[in-house]
């Protein structure tokens, strides 16, 4: 058994929450499942990489009168209260905004309250036929393509909608990006001062995105759904329902593609070829430019954030984090030299992940994406 | 030929109007000296296209202040404008016109301008001025305006998508053909006038 401070801190958290939250639920008429797949496993480690996570509870149950499924978001911790408010306005703002062209839909809002410390949110659970990786991947091309299309529907260049987005959104010019970036390389090689590779590979990262600064920026304005991968998405009616407005942000329109098919490396890869095939088929080279740009933003950061859990996991977990950046740092190196990922290299992280992965964090894993 | 294109959208902004106004400078830049006048920050260049813009994130009147500044500015080179419709374009147009000696053809290819001109007074004005002051109105399909003789010159075909599970190749004939017979009509207009 694995024995360190951030899964025990949180297992605390966790199960002293769920002592208080059970009868205060059950009093507004919504009774808990027996499983709760959103506070085990790995959930602890996730924290968003540049917005602060504030501390809740993910969990899943029926409202009693009528046994409708529901996933209710609770806490107790002031900046966790502060991402439900956010979160709540972002959606009222989303289906408001009159520039956006096409809106995404929302689980609906079932309850929102404050009851003593806790603020409590809950919306209807949205059930899919089917995970979305096990649809047939024409379908799974085209409802993700339907997904970016009406994100980029949505653009703040104007005057007034700069305003509105900075106000509810927030935005990131090329200027956030790269000043990001340099804080990503920064954390990274003072965590892992001893690797080999990473150093250079960082270097020129940076020194790409920094050449290509115009082209970050002219691809800026755009609705953009910084982590718009498929457990944060579900399918109903052929209709894409968001679950986390809070990764809404105004900037470039290639920050959500990025980090979906730098995913979908890992859990589809001929879907991600599909893709960039077709950015290359149907949009200008520039914009296969700014792909390439902000996966390799995206791929900094997924290293960032594996080398920020590594001085809070011990064990297997800590071998898999290690696992992890080494795959990451691979990737990067492939998508900044426009080369191909082995698929052996990554057969062989799975087999690493799924050897050194818990049997919580296996199970939580099961039917997500 | 110099010509100025006149728009309130253009690549990377996602609108059909963008998208044609781009396609349009690039095949019109093949035989004339094109220059397009745009709301936008860092447009997308392309090859024999000049790109001068107004920051669209400024305030309105700044925005339609600097666009007029500018329009004077090219219109004194050009031989013929060809403006989108919509108020950001046509207030400056009209004003520019009342000085300037540059004829100007006004394409009315956007349906929500033209209603949001129907619900305003002053939006409607701007547009009747715009429209009584141009050489040419174009209509993508026959539409009547009281004493306003209009010429119908159909919008060219989207660019079909390239997707990579159609069983049967993507046939671009058809587009380029419906392109060919645009650049044509308007090469025409810009010739003739009529």
């Avoid at chain 1, 694995?2 to 025990?8: G, I, M, R």
């Avoid at chain 1, 900037?251 to 950015?279: C, D, S, T």
Wanted: aromatic share 10%.
């Amino acid at each position: 058994m694995e024995h360190n401070d951030a899964s025990t801190t949180w297992r605390t958290y966790r199960n002293q929450e769920l002592a208080v939250v059970t009868p205060l639920l059950e009093k507004l008429g919504y009774a808990l499942d027996q499983k709760q797949p959103h506070v085990t496993g790995e959930r602890h480690l996730m924290q968003a990489i540049t917005t602060a996570h504030g501390r809740k509870l993910i969990l899943l149950g029926r409202r009693q009168r009528d046994s409708t499924r529901v996933v209710i978001k609770i806490t107790s911790d002031p900046t966790g209260v502060r991402e439900l408010l956010h979160e709540r306005t972002c959606r009222r703002i989303l289906s408001e905004i009159r520039f956006a062209y096409g809106v995404f839909f929302s689980p609906e809002e079932l309850l929102f309250t404050k009851r003593g410390n806790y603020t409590i949110a809950v919306h209807s659970f949205i059930a899919q036929e089917c995970a979305f990786l096990d649809r047939p991947i024409a379908e799974q091309f085209a409802l993700a393509l339907a997904g970016f299309k009406s994100q980029e529907g949505a653009r703040a260049t104007t005057y007034a909608h700069t305003k509105l987005a900075q106000r509810t959104f927030g935005s990131r010019n090329a200027e956030d990006y790269l000043r990001n970036f340099a804080t990503f390389k920064k954390n990274i090689l003072a965590q892992l001062s001893t690797d080999q590779v990473l150093p250079a590979l960082l270097t020129q990262t940076e020194s790409l995105l920094v050449t290509h600064k115009e082209t970050i920026e002219r691809y800026g304005g755009f609705l953009t759904h910084t982590d718009f991968v498929p457990h944060n998405f579900r399918i109903k009616d052929a209709n894409i329902y968001l679950l986390d407005h809070s990764s809404l942000v105004f900037g470039n329109k290639y920050e959500g593609w990025a980090r979906f098919l730098n995913f979908m490396l890992l859990h589809n890869p001929a879907l991600e070829a599909v893709f960039v095939q077709y950015i290359k088929d149907n949009r200008t080279p520039e914009e296969s430019l700014c792909l390439q740009l902000m996966r390799t933003y995206r791929l900094g950061e997924i290293i960032w954030y594996y080398t920020n859990t590594l001085k809070k996991t011990s064990g297997n977990l800590r071998s898999l984090e290690v696992e992890r950046i080494q795959f990451w740092s691979t990737v990067l190196d492939a998508i900044l030299h426009g080369k191909l990922l082995p698929n052996e290299t990554r057969q062989k992280y799975i087999e690493a992940r799924d050897r050194l992965r818990s049997t919580e964090e296996k199970e939580r894993q099961v039917g997500l994406h | 030929m110099k010509i100025a294109l006149l728009t309130p959208l253009y690549p990377p902004d996602i609108a059909p109007l963008a998208s044609y106004t781009k396609e349009l400078a690039m095949r019109m830049g093949e035989e004339h000296e094109v220059t397009v006048v745009a709301y936008g920050y860092l447009p997308e260049q392309a090859h024999g296209v000049r790109n001068m813009t107004v920051d669209k994130r400024t305030p309105l009147f700044i925005r339609l202040f600097n666009y007029t500044l500018l329009l004077k500015k090219v219109s004194r080179d050009a031989d013929i404008i060809y403006a989108q419709n919509g108020a950001s374009i046509e207030f400056p147009l009209v004003l520019v016109s009342l000085f300037a000696g540059t004829p100007y053809m006004l394409r009315l290819g956007d349906g929500e301008a033209q209603n949001r001109a129907k619900k305003s007074f002053v939006l409607g004005f701007i547009e009747r001025m715009a429209i009584k002051n141009a050489r040419t109105v174009i209509v993508p399909t026959h539409q009547l305006f009281a004493g306003i003789h209009t010429t119908v010159i159909d919008d060219p075909l989207v660019k079909p998508e390239i997707h990579p599970f159609t069983n049967s190749p993507v046939d671009l004939s058809t587009h380029e053909e419906s392109w060919n017979i645009h650049i044509a009509k308007l090469n025409k207009l810009f010739s003739h006038g009529t």
